[in-house]
């Protein structure tokens, strides 16, 4: 079943045969120009150039998969219409027809397999939509596509963390902090994380000087420091809290939102909060680092923290672990926050000044980091797109979600060239 969608490809990218094209009312036609296409209301092509018998006509062309559908949609009566030089169509079912816009049909001018190739990725079962014909696209057209994808997946971000940068009155270093503060949550309690950075402003934590305070804001804010406890760690925090609470007026959020379950303790909220105030006291100018388009090395070693000395024994307050080890973030940890936090943080703020050179500096962040490994990037591995650092996986993942699940294929550079190429291509 023909697709209005599919028709526009068609006609955009000349996926007809061109020869002997002639009106329904049998007058030769030749496309010199098919027009740029409208994504907005009116017509779908605007500056269009065709040629009828001996006449040139430039203006707009509307696209229907039946002649019908003209009076379908009311265009006989929508001004917006009235400079409409062709009416393209799939199939001529109505004769007569308001007006004297010429109609093409176009149905016996489409080879057979331009629309099985399309059938073929828009019907299948598999993952991936292109699984089976990935192989004949050429290294140019990944490679290209998968730099528009990353593009569009830090731009994906920008509406989201320019409204937090208005929230944050402007202020860079606060928005770095709720969103490194979200990142800390690591999906799973990343709502709560962001509540408490919210709750808790920036320059209240860096008027502390000792971790120990900074640990007690977190906590407290965090509500974790609200009952009754048998060591001493958690009351002497408990007590700081209290009165660091009432000297700055804070109210903790909900302790209930924290999620504990079907988690491995080492990602434990309370963990994380513990590795997130050391690395508040250990970088208190992070973001200085990343305006300043420091190396991923010198980053990582910023984001080398380690919890205090009680979480050597315990991942819950008063609960004593049996083995005892230092809880200290790991690589992939440290790698997962520039690539979904800091590299898009600077790529934000390089596009906020029209900073080439910070946008050049966020690709290399993820350009020095190895792919990241998880479904996504397995599934594209085992069809024999590897990917080969952090930028291309991340490309890919923003492929797979926002092309592949949806069917995009027509919106795709990768569909485009399956669609377009031939059988041994």
């Given at each position: 079943?023909?697709?209005?969608?599919?028709?526009?490809?068609?006609?955009?990218?000349?996926?007809?045969?061109?020869?002997?094209?002639?009106?329904?009312?049998?007058?030769?036609?030749?496309?010199?120009?098919?027009?740029?296409?409208?994504?907005?209301?009116?017509?779908?092509?605007?500056?269009?150039?065709?040629?009828?018998?001996?006449?040139?006509?430039?203006?707009?062309?509307?696209?229907?998969?039946?002649?019908?559908?003209?009076?379908?949609?009311?265009?006989?009566?929508?001004?917006?219409?009235?400079?409409?030089?062709?009416?393209?169509?799939?199939?001529?079912?109505?004769?007569?027809?308001?007006?004297?816009?010429?109609?093409?049909?176009?149905?016996?001018?489409?080879?057979?397999?331009?629309?099985?190739?399309?059938?073929?990725?828009?019907?299948?079962?598999?993952?991936?939509?292109?699984?089976?014909?990935?192989?004949?696209?050429?290294?140019?057209?990944?490679?290209?596509?998968?730099?528009?994808?990353?593009?569009?997946?830090?731009?994906?971000?920008?509406?989201?963390?320019?409204?937090?940068?208005?929230?944050?009155?402007?202020?860079?270093?606060?928005?770095?902090?709720?969103?490194?503060?979200?990142?800390?949550?690591?999906?799973?309690?990343?709502?709560?994380?962001?509540?408490?950075?919210?709750?808790?402003?920036?320059?209240?934590?860096?008027?502390?000087?000792?971790?120990?305070?900074?640990?007690?804001?977190?906590?407290?804010?965090?509500?974790?420091?609200?009952?009754?406890?048998?060591?001493?760690?958690?009351?002497?925090?408990?007590?700081?809290?209290?009165?660091?609470?009432?000297?700055?007026?804070?109210?903790?959020?909900?302790?209930?939102?924290?999620?504990?379950?079907?988690?491995?303790?080492?990602?434990f909220p309370t963990i994380r909060l513990a590795q997130f105030a050391c690395l508040l006291r250990k970088s208190p100018t992070?973001?200085?680092?990343?305006?300043?388009?420091?190396?991923?090395?010198?980053?990582?070693?910023?984001?080398?923290?380690?919890?205090?000395?009680?979480?050597?024994?315990?991942?819950?307050?008063?609960?004593?672990?049996k083995r005892s080890f230092v809880k200290k973030m790991g690589p992939e940890t440290s790698n997962a926050i520039i690539i979904?936090?800091?590299?898009?943080?600077?790529?934000?703020?390089?596009?906020?000044?029209?900073?080439?050179?910070?946008?050049?500096?966020?690709?290399?962040?993820?350009?020095?980091?190895?792919?990241?490994?998880?479904?996504?990037?397995?599934?594209?591995?085992?069809?024999?797109?590897?990917?080969?650092?952090?930028?291309?996986?991340?490309?890919?993942?923003?492929?797979?979600?926002?092309?592949?699940?949806?069917?995009?294929?027509?919106?795709?550079?990768?569909?485009?060239?399956?669609i377009k190429s031939g059988p041994d291509k």
């Amino acid at each position: 079943m023909m697709q209005e969608d599919l028709l526009q490809f068609i006609w955009q990218y000349n996926l007809y045969r061109p020869g002997n094209l002639k009106t329904t009312d049998g007058k030769t036609l030749q496309v010199v120009q098919p027009g740029s296409l409208n994504r907005d209301s009116g017509p779908d092509f605007s500056m269009a150039r065709i040629r009828i018998d001996h006449m040139t006509l430039i203006g707009n062309i509307e696209l229907h998969v039946r002649s019908s559908d003209w009076l379908r949609h009311h265009h006989d009566h929508d001004p917006a219409y009235r400079k409409v030089i062709l009416h393209v169509v799939y199939q001529h079912d109505l004769h007569l027809l308001p007006g004297d816009v010429p109609i093409l049909e176009l149905k016996e001018h489409i080879p057979f397999e331009v629309l099985y190739r399309y059938t073929n990725l828009i019907q299948t079962t598999a993952v991936l939509p292109c699984a089976s014909r990935l192989q004949v696209v050429p290294h140019i057209v990944r490679s290209s596509w998968l730099s528009r994808m990353l593009v569009e997946r830090w731009e994906g971000r920008l509406n989201q963390w320019e409204q937090e940068l208005q929230a944050a009155s402007g202020d860079w270093q606060s928005l770095l902090y709720w969103r490194m503060a979200a990142s800390f949550g690591f999906k799973v309690n990343t709502n709560p994380f962001l509540l408490l950075a919210r709750s808790l402003p920036i320059r209240i934590i860096l008027q502390q000087n000792q971790l120990f305070q900074t640990e007690a804001l977190l906590f407290g804010q965090a509500g974790f420091l609200g009952g009754s406890f048998m060591d001493e760690y958690p009351i002497a925090l408990q007590k700081e809290y209290q009165y660091l609470r009432k000297k700055y007026g804070l109210e903790p959020i909900d302790l209930s939102l924290w999620k504990f379950l079907r988690m491995r303790p080492a990602n434990f909220p309370t963990i994380r909060l513990a590795q997130f105030a050391c690395l508040l006291r250990k970088s208190p100018t992070l973001f200085s680092s990343i305006s300043n388009h420091e190396p991923v090395q010198r980053i990582n070693r910023y984001l080398s923290v380690e919890a205090s000395a009680y979480w050597n024994h315990h991942y819950r307050f008063d609960e004593l672990q049996k083995r005892s080890f230092v809880k200290k973030m790991g690589p992939e940890t440290s790698n997962a926050i520039i690539i979904n936090t800091i590299a898009p943080i600077r790529f934000l703020y390089a596009h906020s000044h029209h900073d080439n050179p910070g946008y050049e500096a966020a690709l290399a962040l993820l350009e020095a980091l190895p792919s990241e490994v998880n479904r996504i990037t397995r599934m594209w591995d085992e069809n024999g797109w590897q990917a080969g650092n952090a930028s291309q996986s991340q490309a890919l993942i923003e492929l797979y979600n926002n092309y592949c699940c949806r069917k995009r294929c027509l919106d795709c550079a990768v569909g485009l060239h399956i669609i377009k190429s031939g059988p041994d291509k």
